[in-house]
């Protein structure tokens, strides 16, 4: 089993062996937790890479990433656990067909293990191959307040409760990640139990950086203009601002078509590589992106 990073320094060398660059408050949070066994808590904009870190500790640690991807209405059962319920019609009718009338002892194998679907919560709970796993609990502002205090609950334990086969607490605790987009607040009470982080856009330096480490064919001038007039991006009244996920699709989509350098024509037929709305492509398409452009390269010279 891989050992835990035993530094902020040696967490962000471990990071950015999986192409992930991160700055030192994010690292030394990550550090923390995974020292301490805390949840961490990842709140920011879409697309800031809160998601991709879970990706990259599961890797750069050999464990198995867990993603419970939260929605509304999500409750306990549909995160811990179902019953497979027609695996369980065709036992009933086999005891039926064969004779076998004893109820308890059918009750007792209709609600047992195998006939048990682990969901993302209680798989985390279990033993797993290479060492806890990393259970990514994603989007949480997407839930409501019942699905939050159920989830304070299992985390500080670490165990989660199946009303047929009792409690099940985990032998280690997992690695537990949650994010937010913050489309409302998360709870107090849930924050105070993970150690904190708002994971902002990267400056501009830290964008070419992932930039170089995500899209390396990338030649250098090319990234430059892609990061600059992105970061510009940012700056303008838009009703969503690209993230780094946004930068670096337009950048394989740039490669993609062999452009070389950017021009007014190519930012325009591949802006919803980075715009996902149609009132912002049509604010920034034509006049807007020419000026944007033109105003980064006199500061790029």
Known sequence: MIQIPQS????????????YICGRALATVVFLSLKLGRPMFLEGEAGTGKTEIAKAIAAALGRRLI?????????????????????????????????????????????SDAYLTARPLLEAM??????????????????????????????????????????????????????????????????????????????FDREIAILHARAPEAQ?????????????????????SPGVAETIDWAKCLLALDVIAMSPEVIADTLGAILKYQDDIQKIQGAEAKRILEDLREELV
């Not at 902020?8 to 192409?19: C, F, G, R, S, V």
């Not at 509304?72 to 065709?90: I, K, R």
């Not at 607490?169 to 009470?189: F, G, M, Q, W, Y």
Request: hydrophobic content about 40%; charged content about 30%.
């Open 126 to 203: 279990q033993p797993q191959e290479g060492g806890p796993p990393v259970l990514l609990i994603d989007e949480l502002d997407r839930t409501d307040a019942p699905f939050e205090a159920f989830l304070m609950e299992a985390l500080s334990d670490f165990q989660v409760t199946i009303p047929e086969l009792g409690t099940i607490k985990a032998a280690e605790p997992p690695i537990v990640i949650l994010t937010s987009n913050r489309t409302r607040e998360v709870h107090d009470a849930l924050k105070r139990r993970c150690l904190y982080h708002w994971v902002d856009y990267p400056d």
């Open 220 to 240: 250098e001038a090319l990234s430059r203009e892609i990061v600059g007039f992105v970061q510009r991006l940012r700056k303008e009244d838009l009703f969503k």
């Open 67 to 111: 993603r419970l991807q939260c929605y509304e209405g999500l409750d306990a059962s549909s995160a811990v656990y179902e019953w497979n319920f027609p695996a369980q019609m065709v036992a009933i009718r086999t005891a039926e067909a064969t004779g076998t009338t004893d109820r308890d002892a059918l009750q007792t194998e209709l609600f």
């Open 8 to 19: 902020i320094d040696e967490t962000i060398e471990l990071l950015a062996k999986q192409d």
